[in-house]
């Protein structure tokens, strides 16, 4: 996949790239771009064109939009939604389960008698469903991350797997990553097959990642590709 606009002359991330940079040091430019990705994701029109070998693809299908790296939020209720679909059928095939099928049914006959001594005139209890347990139990994806790359990097996985997406942009991201962090997300985004694009107004050359290609757009709003 390859990501362009039609106000840059040059691809923002080329087929061959996993991860890239786009630096945008033109204030209001920098807006516009970031203003065209949101409308975008909503299903709304934009300068950005999403395509796969020449093809066009859907940016509100396949693109997400991080503009906030410090509030991801790791358990978005359509991935949790996902998740316990795929548990429920785990569970249904473990023969493990069978035994925690018999604790649940004991349990529902005991909280049955406990309540039925209250006299209060309530209605007869039904066996919970797996979907149930696991919301009782709190059941969700890792948020404790020692480190900021590892926490984007789990997350772009969640994203993929459970909400579809394949193309990932992020912004402001490193600023808050020191070099060597930059390149240990890069080098997992690759290992994973993501591609991954990041925003910034600013990146100084001692943090840029070696080897990775940046599209540069200065103040005049001249493009320079540095690699």
């Known amino acids: 996949m390859k990501l362009v606009h039609t106000m840059l002359e040059n691809e923002i991330l080329q087929e061959q790239q996993t991860s890239g940079f786009l630096v945008v040091e033109n204030p209001d430019f920098l807006l516009k771009i970031c203003r065209d990705l949101l409308s975008q994701c909503g299903g709304e029109d934009g300068g950005f064109v999403l395509s796969d070998q020449h093809k066009p693809l859907s940016i509100a299908r396949n693109l997400h939009f991080i503009d906030n790296p410090l509030r991801i939020d ?3 209720r359509k991935a949790v939604t996902a998740l316990y679909k795929e548990l429920e059928a785990h569970l249904a095939e473990n023969p493990a389960s069978a035994e925690l099928q018999s604790l649940m049914e004991r349990m529902t006959e005991l909280l049955s008698q406990i309540l039925l001594e209250s006299r209060m005139g309530l209605a007869e209890l039904e066996q919970p469903s797996w979907n149930s347990v696991l919301k009782f139990f709190d059941v969700s994806f890792c948020s404790d991350h020692s480190g900021l790359e590892e926490a984007i990097s789990d ?5 993929r797997s459970y909400l579809g997406f394949s193309f990932f942009v992020l912004f402001g991201a490193c600023q808050f990553l020191t070099k060597e ?3 240990m997300l890069c080098k997992q985004n690759a290992y994973d097959g993501l591609k991954l694009l990041f925003i910034e107004s600013f990146l ?9 290609r940046s599209l540069v757009v200065d103040k005049d709003l001249c ?3 540095q690699v």
């Open 181 to 183: 962090r930059l390149e």
């Open 155 to 159: 997350y772009l996985n969640i994203a």
């Open 74 to 76: 790791h358990n978005p």
């Open 223 to 225: 493009e320079i590709i």
């Open 204 to 212: 100084p050359d001692d943090k840029r990642p070696a080897g990775l």
